[in-house]
């Protein structure tokens, strides 16, 4: 599927459900529970690498991940999902050249076939014109934007009329820079809804709200797997505590079964 047929979902009412994966077994599973779309986004760096912020991942990480996805796909090439990988921090902040090189090496060495990175400020605007018009298509992301949590931390954003106007105004001109689609992290639900309702490209929330295109979850989140859930993420399983119990079974009854003789006592 090419990025900018999720427009289509968007006029024919089509929710747009995307998942995360990190590498080939999460791909595998995701894949098999039909994400159309999935994410190799840079919540690996705390999800799987054990990092508390995205900030350290850097691009030789994502891609050595995006590659293992790759290889986690199961359906046939043309069947397998859209993949999206984000640009991690300081791959895109230094300038367009930076940017190029950094989504191009993605894109050329993996099965990403587009790239998500965070803001709208006017020197990421440009950053995004300059990767689209190379042939590279981008997603944007607004709202709470992990990447700068030294400024923002993890909190609800878009919670005053400035802040409100200003998403709406920073939506808009992500599109007109030429992004397929956005995500919209933590802000109140009825600012996503009133976006939505302006952009003619899809909006994909996470925290917030239902009035969106389409979702996007943790993956590790979803299944009860990451040590630090964000208060907006649902947990459908408590997936640590059934693993850990289930092992914790198994060792004990390796613990207790009858000792092996040593070899001296073969003799
Ligand atoms: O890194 C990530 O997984 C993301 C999602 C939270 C949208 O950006």
């Not at 902040?93 to 993996?110: F, H, P, Y």
């Not at 923002?152 to 920073?170: C, F, N, P, T, V």
Request: proline content about 6%; aromatic content about 4%.
């Amino acid at each position: 599927m090419l990025p900018t047929e999720l427009i289509s979902y968007k006029q024919t009412g089509r929710s747009i459900a995307i998942l995360t994966a990190w590498d080939s077994m999460s791909a595998r599973i995701v894949e098999a529970a039909g994400a159309e779309v999935v994410l190799v986004g840079d919540s690996l760096s705390m999800v799987v690498l054990g990092h508390s912020t995205t900030l350290p991942v850097t691009l030789e990480q994502m891609l050595h991940h995006t590659q293992a996805v790759g290889r986690g796909f199961k359906n046939p090439i043309n069947k397998q999902p859209l993949v999206i990988c984000d640009l991690p921090f300081l791959s895109y902040q230094c300038g367009e050249e930076k940017a190029v090189e950094a989504a191009g090496t993605l894109i050329k060495n993996s099965c990403a076939s587009a790239v998500k990175l965070e803001g709208a400020e006017p020197e990421i605007i440009e950053v995004i014109e300059r990767l689209i018009r190379m042939g590279i298509p981008v997603m944007g992301h607004l709202g709470l934007t992990p990447q700068s949590v030294h400024q923002l931390g993890y909190r609800r954003q878009a919670e005053d009329l400035e802040s409100q106007q200003k998403i709406i105004d920073q939506g808009l001109k992500l599109q007109e820079a030429g992004c397929f689609a956005l995500v919209i992290e933590h802000v109140p639900s009825n600012i996503a809804a009133k976006l939505r309702k302006k952009l003619r490209i899809p909006l994909i929330g996470i925290g917030a709200g239902e009035e969106c295109d389409g979702q996007v979850r943790v993956t590790a989140d979803l299944l009860g797997l990451s040590e630090k859930q964000p208060p907006f993420a649902e947990k459908l399983i408590p997936g640590s505590n059934l693993f850990t119990n289930i092992l914790k079974e198994w060792v004990d009854k390796q613990n207790q079964s009858p000792k092996i003789p040593t070899t001296e006592e073969h003799l």
